[in-house]
């Protein structure tokens, strides 16, 4: 078996409360299974996530990231979500272009009823970062840095 087969891939999730963090409880009320590698973060809508939170994840080495929130028109505070994916799109985009692969970034928009549309969505994204292998590109290297605080 190659490294790649056994590879098992953490991804940072960013959740909306109000619409698929609603989901993923469902999915899990629901008791649909589900690939084990998001690790969520709970964030009030994803209009207020800042860019930061993307890079940083892959700079504490996150494989990939995932972002999700409400459909269009159901944002509960309005337009936060086209905020998020206008802003999601240009990040995406200068990533991609600094050489991150295409398939690490994903965002989705999931409501709080969809629990299937959720276990799929994790399958999609975690199926597709495994493919990827391990990241490489963000991964801040800490040991030169833990060394010289040591000395």
């Known amino acids: 078996m190659s490294d790649k087969e056994q590879f098992e891939p ?6 909306c409360n109000w619409c698929t963090y609603g989901g993923a409880d469902l999915a ?11 690790r969520v973060v ?7 996530m800042s860019p930061k939170f993307i890079l ?14 409400c459909h269009p028109g159901d944002c509960h505070y309005i337009a936060g ?17 600094v050489g991150l692969e295409p398939g690490r ?14 276990q799929e969505t994790v399958i999609e994204v975690t ?8 990241a490489k590109f963000m991964l801040k290297d800490i040991a030169p840095q833990a060394q010289r605080e040591v000395a």
């Not at 709970?42 to 207020?48: E, L, Y």
């Not at 940083?56 to 929130?69: K, L």
């Not at 970034?105 to 959720?118: G, L, P, R, V, Y």
């Open 10 to 15: 953490r991804i940072a999730a960013f959740f």
């Open 56 to 69: 940083q994840a892959f700079r504490q080495g996150a494989d990939g990231i995932w972002v999700s929130g």
């Open 105 to 118: 970034i994903h965002f989705s928009w999931i409501s709080s009823a969809e629990a299937t549309k959720f």
């Open 28 to 38: 899990g009320v629901s008791r649909l299974q589900y690939p084990p590698n998001i």
């Open 81 to 97: 979500n086209m905020y998020a994916r206008r802003r999601f799109a240009v990040l995406k985009n200068l990533l991609e272009y």
């Open 127 to 134: 199926n597709a970062v495994r493919a990827l292998g391990p």
């Open 42 to 48: 709970r964030i009030p809508c994803t209009g207020r």
